[in-house]
């Protein structure tokens, strides 16, 4: 076993890990953190995406000792219960999601998306979240949400 110290939703972490462990299994498994979805385990499927220093990133192909030293947001982290993120209310209002295990890395890889394009396009939107696999087929109501996201985040700025 290994220490490594991971910063995660803004709370500093000393956690014995395995060289070989992943931060997807790290983040389930030893911080109980259900958000991170594992699916394909092989970076194909986009339901493990983290936010890395703001980047998105599939936990399931990283290990968690190369995430020390390095900023770490799970869903859990974005918005609380009492507190959504615009992106949450969103996905809510518009329906993006059916089943929802998909939702967690589409909405993470939304947070990096309009951070860098604000002002997004339908396409733009699709070829962002083209590494997300939604096989309940959501993909119109998972656009308008992010259209709207990108309304509702604009609106906060302003106030």
Do not use: W
């Not at 956690?15 to 992943?22: F, I, M, R, S, Y």
């Not at 499927?45 to 995430?67: K, R």
């Not at 770490?72 to 009492?82: A, K, N, V």
């Amino acid at each position: 076993m290994i220490v490594a110290k991971l910063n995660v939703n803004g709370k500093t972490f000393d956690l014995d890990v395995q060289p070989q462990e992943t931060l997807a299994e790290v983040l389930r498994n030893k911080l109980g953190l259900q958000g991170v979805r594992v699916s394909c385990n092989e970076g194909e499927c986009g339901s493990c995406t983290v936010l890395i220093d703001g980047e998105p990133a599939t936990s399931c192909l990283m290990l968690a000792l190369q995430a020390e030293g390095k900023r770490i947001t799970t869903i859990e982290g974005l918005g609380s219960y009492d507190n959504l993120h615009p992106i949450q209310e969103a996905f809510i209002e518009e329906q993006g999601f059916q089943c929802g295990f998909c939702t967690p890395g589409i909405i993470l890889s939304t947070k990096a998306f309009l951070e860098k394009n604000p002002h997004p396009k339908a396409m733009e939107i699709t070829e962002a979240l083209s590494g997300h696999i939604c096989r309940c087929g959501a993909y119109p109501h998972i656009t308008r949400s992010v259209l709207k996201a990108a309304d509702k985040m604009e609106e906060r700025k302003k106030d």
